[in-house]
């Protein structure tokens, strides 16, 4: 007796089907940020440590130097970067612990494109972080910054960018990845370098050469920089203290607009996101 075989109708893919992939990944970063208020604090203590204290300590030794700025109010825009640069790569990590559990798995199976996947995850990785930024926003009257509307946009902005662009990062590096450690020390050995040549703790102005051409190849440079400009404009500092402090940055001769710089982090973000969806076709 023959027996009759039983179609399996596999739902099409389209935009719609992708759309609904991007939601849900970016409403699951949301929902794992939000029930996780450990991840939420222990994010914040280094960024906190290094503006209170570190910067408190440092400006006691430059106060002379910089007459009529707190050296805090220098290092904030650069806190403000480690704290999503930070808070980013932790997101981007998570795909690390789904292919443990299995969840990656379901999530490459399902009828939609894997761009989708990974778009959604950029996203939710950088609201995510851009959620943790505004806490450091909140801070902003304690170290003489002021709570101007205008720059309070700018900066989540610029946060937003710098953020789906260092998530587009962690997720290239966590797509191939199979345990955390690995992970975890690929980010530390790219990201605190990175962080420490941008600018975000010490001036850019009167570097030795070879320190300012590494600051100048460096791609966060041109993430902090942005922000340290949004907040020296709406300060009132000596021209002294701002050539030194807010030098911006430079190619020789030029001065390197932040229009240009912005355009340099976002150009960045989409080659990543790109080199991050051709790892995830790649994916098992």
Same mark, same amino acid.
């Given at each position: 007796?023959? !027996?009759?075989?039983?179609?399996?109708?596999?739902?099409?893919?389209?935009?719609?089907?992708?759309?609904?992939?991007?939601?849900?990944?970016?409403?699951?970063?949301?929902?794992?940020?939000?029930?996780?208020? !450990?991840?939420?604090?222990?994010? &914040?203590?280094?960024?906190?440590?290094?503006?209170?204290?570190?910067?408190?300590?440092?400006?006691?030794?430059?106060?002379?130097?910089? $007459?009529?700025?707190?050296?805090?109010?220098?290092?904030? $825009?650069?806190?403000?970067?480690? !704290?999503?640069?930070?808070?980013?790569?932790?997101?981007? #990590?998570?795909?690390?612990?789904?292919?443990?559990? =299995?969840?990656?798995?379901?999530?490459?199976?399902?009828?939609?494109?894997?761009?989708?996947?990974?778009?959604?995850?950029?996203?939710?990785?950088?609201?995510?972080?851009?959620?943790?930024?505004?806490?450091?926003?909140?801070?902003?009257?304690?170290?003489?910054?002021?709570?101007?509307?205008?720059?309070?946009? !700018?900066?989540?902005?610029?946060?937003?960018?710098?953020?789906?662009?260092?998530?587009?990062? =962690?997720?290239?590096?966590?797509?191939? %990845?199979?345990? %955390?450690?690995?992970?975890? =020390?690929? %980010?530390?050995?790219?990201? %605190?370098?990175?962080?420490?040549?941008?600018?975000?703790?010490?001036?850019?102005? #009167?570097?030795?050469?070879?320190?300012?051409?590494?600051?100048?190849?460096?791609?966060?440079?041109?993430?902090?920089? $942005?922000?340290?400009?949004?907040?020296?404009?709406? &300060?009132?500092?000596?021209?002294?203290?701002?050539?030194?402090?807010?030098? =911006?940055?430079?190619?020789?001769?030029?001065?390197?607009?932040?229009?240009?710089?912005? #355009?340099?982090?976002?150009?960045?973000?989409?080659?990543?996101?790109?080199?991050?969806?051709?790892?995830?076709?790649?994916?098992?």
């Amino acid at each position: 007796m023959a !027996t009759e075989a039983i179609s399996v109708r596999i739902p099409a893919r389209g935009a719609g089907h992708d759309l609904r992939a991007i939601k849900i990944v970016l409403h699951r970063e949301m929902l794992r940020f939000a029930n996780d208020r !450990t991840r939420m604090l222990s994010m &914040l203590v280094q960024p906190v440590l290094w503006l209170f204290v570190m910067g408190a300590g440092l400006g006691s030794l430059v106060r002379g130097s910089i $007459p009529g700025v707190d050296y805090r109010t220098f290092m904030y $825009p650069g806190m403000i970067s480690m !704290t999503v640069i930070m808070t980013a790569m932790f997101s981007a #990590g998570s795909i690390v612990w789904d292919r443990e559990f =299995g969840f990656l798995r379901e999530m490459l199976v399902a009828p939609v494109s894997r761009w989708a996947i990974v778009v959604g995850k950029c996203l939710g990785g950088a609201l995510v972080a851009v959620g943790q930024g505004i806490i450091i926003l909140a801070m902003a009257g304690l170290v003489g910054v002021p709570y101007s509307p205008r720059l309070l946009l !700018t900066l989540l902005a610029e946060m937003f960018l710098a953020a789906f662009t260092i998530t587009a990062f =962690g997720v290239t590096l966590a797509a191939r %990845m199979k345990n %955390m450690q690995t992970f975890f =020390g690929l %980010m530390q050995m790219a990201i %605190m370098p990175m962080m420490f040549l941008s600018g975000a703790m010490f001036p850019l102005a #009167g570097l030795p050469s070879w320190l300012h051409l590494l600051t100048v190849v460096n791609p966060m440079t041109y993430a902090v920089d $942005p922000m340290r400009q949004a907040v020296f404009s709406h &300060l009132e500092v000596p021209a002294a203290a701002e050539a030194m402090l807010n030098p =911006g940055v430079r190619w020789f001769d030029y001065q390197v607009p932040v229009g240009v710089e912005l #355009g340099i982090v976002a150009g960045l973000g989409v080659v990543l996101l790109g080199v991050a969806v051709a790892q995830f076709r790649k994916a098992e």
